[in-house]
């Protein structure tokens, strides 16, 4: 039952959070704009996407406390990564750094490593960085900032809700299955856009 409301209010702030201008006076330019730009920068990007989403099921596979920390940790790192990306600091190698986060976090899945809590919000804060890299540098010029920065940390955390969600089949010798599963679809994805394939 509580899974079941879990997954409803996922869908239910998913479909809101979908229609922003609706409850905006502003939109394009300026804040409107800024939290639109942020909100789908990470929900369109598939690598984004498997990266967070990832988060949030090895939290729920690792259980308490690490099923809180990881999902924190991951957008407080992102956005440093970001304020990096946008005053300029250089950070090599972004694009595999996002493509190796899905590859390792879905190995680390499908094998049910259970490395200590710091041990995986560190893993997780460094991949972090690049994520945030990202929306950093590509953050338009013509819209506010700050409402940008706080579009992709809600739709990052949405992302690590679903992952959380799907995540709480673990508890099922089946769902336990489907999660380590799905965490090795995560790794593929993760490897094809490594390699360009995707």
């Given at each position: 039952?509580?899974?079941?409301?879990?997954?409803?209010?996922?869908?239910?702030?998913?479909?809101?959070?979908?229609?922003?201008?609706?409850?905006?006076?502003?939109?394009g330019d300026g804040y409107g704009g800024g939290f639109v730009?942020?909100?789908?920068?990470?929900?369109?990007?598939?690598?984004?996407?498997?990266?967070?989403?990832?988060?949030?099921?090895?939290?729920?596979?690792?259980?308490?406390?690490?099923?809180?920390?990881?999902?924190?940790?991951?957008?407080?790192?992102?956005?440093?990564?970001?304020?990096?990306?946008?005053?300029?600091?250089?950070?090599?190698?972004?694009?595999?750094?996002?493509?190796?986060?899905?590859?390792?976090?879905?190995?680390?899945?499908?094998?049910?490593?259970?490395?200590?809590?710091?041990?995986?919000?560190?893993?997780?804060?460094?991949?972090?960085?690049?994520?945030?890299?990202?929306?950093?540098?590509?953050?338009?010029?013509?819209?506010?900032?700050?409402?940008?920065?706080?579009?992709?940390?809600?739709?990052?955390?949405?992302?690590?809700?679903?992952?959380?969600?799907?995540g709480m089949l673990v508890k099922w010798p089946v769902g336990?299955?489907?999660?380590?599963?799905?965490?090795?679809?995560?790794?593929?994805?993760?490897?094809?856009?490594?390699?360009?394939?995707?």
């Open positions: 039952m509580q899974l079941r409301a879990t997954i409803c209010f996922l869908a239910v702030s998913v479909f809101l959070l979908s229609f922003p201008g609706m409850s905006m006076a502003h939109s730009a942020g909100f789908t920068h990470p929900v369109l990007g598939w690598d984004h996407v498997a990266a967070m989403v990832a988060v949030g099921l090895w939290g729920a596979f690792l259980g308490a406390p690490a099923i809180w920390t990881l999902p924190i940790v991951f957008p407080l790192v992102m956005a440093l990564g970001a304020v990096a990306g946008i005053v300029g600091i250089p950070v090599p190698g972004v694009e595999t750094g996002i493509a190796l986060s899905a590859v390792v976090l879905g190995l680390m899945i499908v094998f049910a490593l259970k490395p200590a809590v710091w041990i995986s919000a560190v893993i997780v804060g460094v991949f972090a960085i690049f994520h945030g890299y990202a929306h950093g540098t590509e953050l338009p010029a013509t819209v506010n900032a700050f409402a940008y920065a706080v579009g992709f940390v809600i739709a990052t955390g949405l992302l690590h809700l679903c992952g959380i969600a799907f336990r299955v489907a999660v380590r599963g799905a965490g090795g679809l995560i790794s593929l994805a993760g490897l094809a856009f490594l390699t360009g394939v995707a």
